[in-house]
């Protein structure tokens, strides 16, 4: 069992910018986050492996960057040029799979609202 503990999020102006963490309580292989909102499917944001090889929502790339620390067992998500559509809670991720695979494991969330 892996626990993940998410940290960094808030509220922002459109065009601001947040960045999120996710520390895991040990090393695995695909690490990412997630969004959602109320009466919408949970949505991939960006997953990265261990390795760096990377994968994001059409909706982020440009604007969006993930990184890890595998030191540290900790992903980051950095989040610019924030639009009110972004306005979600925020899900850490984990599996053992594929970056197209479903995660094995999720954060509590944590909420990132962006005001117009």
């Known amino acids: 069992q892996v626990q993940l503990v998410e940290s960094g999020g808030g509220l922002v102006q459109a065009g601001g910018s947040l960045r999120l963490s996710c520390a895991a309580s040990?090393?695995?292989?695909?690490m990412g986050w997630y969004r959602q909102v109320p009466g919408k499917q949970r949505e991939l944001v960006a997953v990265?492996?261990?390795?760096?090889?990377?994968r994001y929502a059409d909706s982020v790339k440009g604007r969006f960057s993930i990184s890890r620390d595998n030191a540290k067992d900790t992903v980051y998500l950095q989040m610019n040029s924030l639009k009110p559509e972004d306005t979600a809670v925020y899900y850490c991720?984990?599996?053992?799979?594929?970056?197209?695979?479903?995660?094995?494991?999720w954060g509590q969330g944590t909420q990132v609202t962006v005001s117009s």
């Open positions: 991720s984990a599996g053992y799979r594929g970056i197209y695979d479903y995660p094995n494991y």
């Open positions: 040990g090393s695995i292989f695909v």
């Open positions: 990265i492996t261990e390795g760096g090889r990377t």
